[in-house]
């Protein structure tokens, strides 16, 4: 079938990077996410669920939509079952339900990463009796939401699990995954619970695609690049893997130490187009339809002009969306990027602690790149207290 008579339909949280994406593959797209953005690309149809999106709820308003093939986004691969009912009557692009199960559980990716020679964190169901740090991790875990510090001698609570603490500099590597092997697409520094981006805690706010020796570890760029290819290599085998994932990781020592999976498309894949022009929603199709992972060498890769990067900003009171009209004609900035994505509707209210939009921004390296995100994210706070004065 010609891609122009596909129709996808994409179900997520968030879709407006992967839709776009795809429409710009040559797809006909239908989303389904909680924000319906106003930068959405034109030729996507959008049904928006907002205060009400579950992984559930969207797989149940995807019965009334017609398409050829589903793809899912965050958070549907904590939700299998979801995933199977968005999927009843049409080809997944992603990875099945069974594969979910298994590589979403933090003691089967653990083992089979220790039994392959990679640097994985221990994780334990209960008290596990020692003197090191541990984290709190929810089993539906997504963004570093509900992530903490335990205190030793506590309860381990119901739905979570803990995850043995390891210092060093948060990173992931995005991949595309078939039956004969993986290609990694992107590498990139994780920003997470940053205040200039109104965050807290371990929540996830942003990626900044990089170089291996920009993480600043004690051993050569390539050793790092390298472990985190291994893991791609050692995932996509033993799970059996199909399109495009993410592994997360902290970088220490020029160990790529893995966290956890996300089997689905990831936010930083988006830097990843605007860096090298990869469209990674054809990537995505091509490896899931076809079997074919895409000629890319990631490691024979430079950019010119160093780091791009993306970070969301997040309300640090209740905001009234005022004009954005601003954001939304303003011209590209760098690479062909807009300095402000993900854009919500005039009058749309937007509780402290929820997404506002996204910057991005560009730099010579991750330094300068994250200077100029911050410095994006104080623009958007300064418009948004120029809205609240409005409305006083």
């Given at each position: 079938m010609p891609d122009a008579q596909r129709h996808v339909l994409i179900a997520g949280v968030s879709t407006r990077a992967a839709a776009e994406s795809a429409a710009r593959a040559g797809f006909r797209v239908t989303a389904i996410d909680a924000f319906g953005d106003l930068d959405q690309y034109p030729s996507v149809t959008v049904h928006t669920m907002p205060r009400r999106f579950t992984a559930h709820a969207a797989a149940r308003v995807a019965r009334r939509v017609v398409s050829d093939t589903a793809v899912f986004l965050s958070s549907f691969e904590n939700h299998p079952k979801a995933v199977a009912i968005l999927?009843?009557?049409r080809a997944l692009w992603g990875n099945p339900p069974d594969v979910l199960r298994r590589v979403r559980n933090p003691q089967a990716l653990s083992d089979a990463l220790r039994r392959a020679g990679c640097a994985v964190p221990t994780v334990s169901s209960g008290d596990p009796q020692t003197t090191k740090p541990w984290l709190v991790k929810p089993l539906c875990s997504g963004g570093g939401r509900g992530v903490r510090q335990w205190r030793p001698g506590t309860r381990v609570p119901r739905g979570c699990y803990l995850h043995e603490f390891i210092?060093?500099?948060?990173?992931?590597?995005?991949?595309?995954?078939?039956?004969?092997?993986?290609?990694?697409?992107g590498f990139s520094q994780q920003l997470a619970g940053e205040s200039a981006f109104g965050a807290a805690g371990y929540q996830y706010c942003g990626s900044i695609l990089t170089q291996a020796d920009d993480f600043g570890t004690s051993r050569s760029d390539s050793t790092?690049?390298?472990d985190a290819r291994r893991l791609c290599e050692v995932v996509g085998g033993e799970f059996g893997l199909v399109g495009v994932n993410g592994i997360d990781f902290i970088a220490r020592n020029g160990r790529a130490n893995a966290i956890e999976v996300n089997p689905r498309w990831s936010a930083s894949m988006e830097l990843?187009?605007?860096?090298?022009?990869?469209?990674?929603?054809?990537a995505h199709a091509n490896a899931c339809a076809d079997g074919v992972l895409p000629q890319f060498d990631l490691s024979a890769t430079r950019r010119e002009s160093g780091a791009v990067g993306k970070a969301i900003v997040f309300a640090r009171q209740d905001v009234i969306v005022g004009d954005t009209r601003a954001w939304l004609?303003?011209?590209p900035v760098?690479?062909?990027?807009?300095?402000v994505r993900d854009i919500p509707r005039r009058g749309e209210r937007i509780g402290a602690g929820r997404p506002v939009c996204t910057v991005f921004a560009g730099g010579c390296d991750t330094a300068?790149?994250?200077?100029?995100?911050?410095?994006r994210a104080q623009?958007?706070?300064?418009?948004?207290?120029?809205?609240?004065r409005e409305v006083a």
């Open positions: 999927t009843a009557g210092g060093g500099i948060p990173g992931s590597i995005v991949f595309a995954a078939a039956a004969n092997g993986t290609v990694p697409l790092l690049f390298d990843v187009e605007l860096a090298y022009g990869l469209s990674v929603f054809r004609s303003a011209p760098e690479r062909g990027m807009r300095a300068a790149c994250h200077a100029a995100l911050v410095q623009n958007v706070y300064a418009t948004l207290a120029g809205w609240a």
